[in-house]
């Protein structure tokens, strides 16, 4: 689509519609929930039923993820360049000296952001547009300057708090930077969906790392935090990059 003509959106995490008035056209974003269901299903089955219905050109997922501890901070909005579900694989036995111990061998299925979006993220943080504004908008400071970051991201089916579960999905790939439930649904979902095809892209926040200290007593301000910030980043970008 060009210019003058609606560019329209699929998110999945809020309940709020929403035009945004870019220039002499409006930008609609189409809103949808999964009533507090988690997942990839769930994530899934929303995402096939709203692009089936509205045919938008993009869909997006914001919100919150957990990151890598020394790959971010609390509030730092990531853009995931790939995808994958961390859970797929083969479950073998395997032997260490002489030992039969149980393995998982995981089938790492890629999907891989457009191109063209993510040069203009790239050039979002090379520049570091935006994030100074978002970071003062917030009522409490944290002392930390937000960044946001471009890299790999991995889906999985459970919350994690445990420090040894995510060390093998650090395994998975070295320079991962979070992971969350749902957003390989959400690029799956574009990539098997019927013609014409839609681009996915996510922009998920840090709201804690993963491990054993996931519920702290900060962890509902964290996570509005990083919802703001995914949110914000969201926006700026709709209406000053895409076409």
């Given at each position: 689509?060009?210019?003058?003509?609606?560019?329209?959106?699929?998110?999945?995490?809020?309940s709020?519609?929403?035009?945004?008035?870019?220039?002499?056209?409006?930008?609609?974003?189409?809103?949808?929930?999964?009533?507090?269901?988690?997942?990839?299903?769930?994530?899934?089955?929303?995402?096939m039923?709203?692009?089936?219905?509205?045919r938008?050109?993009?869909?997006?997922?914001?919100?919150?993820?957990?990151?890598?501890?020394?790959?971010?901070?609390?509030?730092?909005?990531?853009?995931?360049?790939?995808?994958?579900?961390?859970?797929?694989?083969?479950?073998?036995?395997?032997?260490?000296?002489?030992?039969?111990?149980?393995?998982?061998?995981?089938?790492?299925?890629?999907?891989?952001?457009?191109?063209e979006?993510?040069?203009?993220?790239?050039?979002?943080?090379?520049?570091?547009?935006?994030?100074?504004?978002?970071?003062?908008?917030w009522?409490?400071?944290?002392?930390?300057?937000?960044?946001?970051?471009?890299?790999?991201f991995?889906?999985?089916?459970?919350?994690?708090?445990?420090?040894?579960?995510?060390?093998?999905?650090?395994?998975?790939?070295?320079?991962?930077?979070?992971?969350?439930?749902?957003?390989?649904?959400?690029?799956?979902?574009?990539?098997?969906?019927?013609?014409?095809?839609?681009?996915?892209?996510?922009?998920?926040?840090?709201?804690?790392?993963?491990d054993?200290?996931?519920?702290?007593?900060?962890k509902?301000?964290?996570?509005?935090?990083?919802?703001?910030?995914?949110?914000?980043?969201?926006?700026?970008f709709?209406?000053?990059?895409?076409?």
């Open positions: 689509m060009g210019i003058g003509q609606n560019i329209n959106f699929l998110t999945t995490q809020h709020i519609t929403q035009d945004i008035l870019k220039n002499s056209r409006n930008i609609s974003v189409i809103v949808a929930s999964t009533d507090n269901a988690m997942g990839m299903p769930a994530a899934f089955v929303l995402s039923k709203m692009i089936q219905r509205y938008p050109k993009y869909i997006c997922m914001v919100g919150i993820c957990a990151g890598i501890k020394g790959k971010g901070k609390i509030g730092d909005p990531i853009i995931a360049d790939r995808v994958w579900d961390y859970g797929s694989g083969k479950h073998i036995i395997k032997k260490v000296d002489e030992k039969r111990i149980e393995a998982f061998k995981p089938y790492i299925n890629q999907i891989a952001l457009n191109k979006l993510a040069a203009q993220f790239s050039n979002i943080i090379l520049k570091n547009l935006y994030l100074d504004q978002i970071q003062s908008s009522p409490h400071d944290y002392n930390n300057k937000l960044m946001a970051r471009i890299g790999p991995a889906s999985g089916s459970a919350v994690i708090a445990n420090e040894n579960k995510l060390n093998e999905i650090k395994e998975q790939h070295g320079q991962l930077l979070g992971f969350d439930m749902e957003s390989y649904a959400i690029f799956y979902a574009a990539d098997n969906c019927s013609h014409p095809k839609l681009t996915p892209f996510i922009i998920k926040s840090i709201s804690d790392f993963g054993s200290h996931k519920s702290n007593p900060k509902d301000e964290y996570q509005e935090f990083a919802a703001f910030t995914s949110a914000n980043l969201f926006y700026q709709v209406v000053s990059h895409l076409e």
